[in-house]
Structures are given as structure tokens and as C-alpha cells.
T-cell receptor, first 112, second 114 residues
Framework: ELKVEQNPLFLSMQEGKNYTIYCNYS?????LYWYRQDPGKSLESLFV?????AVKQEGRLMASLDTKARLSTLHITAAVHDLSATYFC????????????FGTGTRLQVTL | DTAVSQTPKYLVTQMGNDKSIKCEQN?????MYWYKQDSKKFLKIMFS???????INETVPNRFSPKSPDKAHLNLHINSLELGDSAVYFC?????????????FGEGSWLTVV
């Protein structure tokens, strides 16, 4: 059974600091997704990583994928309060986006 | 226009009742899903439909019955509701062909069984 683990589960950081969220998964997959969820809201797609070595950046967030290590990272640069949310990675073992297995989620709290 | 819309957004009901959640997408996608998010925020796929046909059923109790009248709609009917069914249910859609298909999620339906 595919397992997707994120760490940390909870992260409190000050504005302006940098940090990385890790997503490890247990089976081969070339595709990985990152989503953001605000409290009481839906999931917003952040990144789709399609191959080994893929790196994508949007604003203060940068995601990368190492399929050999079965590891994806979400790096936060100079955090701001608006980034406070829960971040999920999700693995797509079928390669068709027909079944995502989500990680445990990382709740990020950025304090002033 | 909302891309993936679900109704109702909030639902409080008693144990043993039967309830339905409706979902519609206007993105022209051919695949729709139901995901369940529990109280610990854990998200798990329940069902996946492609062009009205069931392609994934993740060992969900048969009290849960999805119905897809057309590829733009995927409804979820739940019989004999139990306390453990309390969760947020997310509908989602995507295109199944092509690489890197983003899955778009609805706003969620908060189900509370009392």
C-alpha cells in the first residue's frame, strides 16, 4: 500500500524565515502534486511535478521532486503571514491523475 | 462561475438517515471523484468515475453509492448514516488523458451526523 508522509506535521515560523516541508512516499511515482488548504476551505492546486528533477516556483514557494529518493520538498522563502495554511502533497501512482494518495498534511503557521 | 460546485455545503442529520450530496463541474472534464477528509484532515479517495463509469472504488462501505448521470455530474448518496460518516466530502474533477492533469476540488460538503 502506498504511504505518503509529510514532515513536519505542524510548523510555526516567523515572518521572514525560510523553511522546507518534506514529502516522502513509498512507491515509484513520477508525478507529485502540492495543494494548499485554508481553514474551512477547498484545496487549491499549487504545483504539479512531472518528472525526476522537476522544480517549480511560484512567489515564495518552490517545489522539487526527486523520484529516485521518492522525495519532494516545498521550500518557503521569507515567509509571510498569508502563507499560513495546511499544505498537502499527493502522489499519483497511476500516472493518469485518476487516483491521488495524499500526505498527512503540514499545518503552517506564520507569526508576525 | 464556480468550476466544481457541491451542494449542500453544510449538512447536519441524525444517525440512520439517508442523504445525498450533489456535484457538478463545468470544466468539460471527463473524470470526477469523491474524496473524504476526516477530522484529522486526512484526505482519502472514495470513488473515481470516468465518462460516467466507475473506475475506482476504494473499499468504501456499500452504504455509499455514487451516481453519475452524465460526465458533468457525480452525486453521492449515503444510506443509514453513522456517526463515523461525519467528515468533509470533496468532489473533484480532472481530465484523465494527458500529462500533469490538475485535479480541481469543490468547496466541500461538511457532513455532521448526530
Amino acid at each position: 500500500e502506498l504511504k505518503v508522509e509529510q514532515n513536519p506535521l505542524f510548523l510555526s515560523m516567523q515572518e521572514g524565515k525560510n523553511y522546507t516541508i518534506y514529502c516522502n512516499y513509498s512507491t515509484t511515482s513520477d508525478r507529485l502534486y502540492w495543494y494548499r488548504q485554508d481553514p474551512g476551505k477547498s484545496l487549491e492546486s499549487l504545483f504539479v511535478l512531472l518528472s525526476n528533477g522537476a522544480v517549480k516556483q511560484e512567489g515564495r514557494l518552490m517545489a522539487s521532486l526527486d523520484t529516485k529518493a521518492r522525495l519532494s520538498t516545498l521550500h518557503i522563502t521569507a515567509a509571510v503571514h498569508d502563507l499560513s495554511a495546511t499544505y498537502f502533497c499527493a502522489v499519483d501512482p497511476t500516472g493518469t491523475a485518476s487516483k491521488l494518495t495524499f500526505g498527512t498534511g503540514t499545518r503552517l503557521q506564520v507569526t508576525l | 462561475d464556480t468550476a466544481v460546485s457541491q451542494t449542500p455545503k453544510y449538512l447536519v442529520t441524525q444517525m440512520g438517515n439517508d442523504k445525498s450530496i450533489k456535484c457538478e463541474q463545468n470544466l468539460g472534464h471527463d473524470t470526477m471523484y469523491w474524496y473524504k477528509q476526516d477530522s484529522k484532515k486526512f484526505l482519502k479517495i472514495m470513488f473515481s468515475y470516468n465518462n460516467k463509469e466507475l473506475i475506482i472504488n476504494e473499499t468504501v462501505p456499500n452504504r455509499f453509492s455514487p451516481k453519475s448521470p452524465d460526465k458533468a455530474h457525480l452525486n453521492l448518496h449515503i444510506n443509514s448514516l453513522e456517526l463515523g460518516d461525519s467528515a468533509v466530502y470533496f468532489c473533484a474533477s480532472s481530465r484523465i488523458t494527458g500529462a500533469g492533469n490538475t485535479i480541481y476540488f469543490g468547496e466541500g460538503s461538511w457532513l455532521t451526523v448526530v
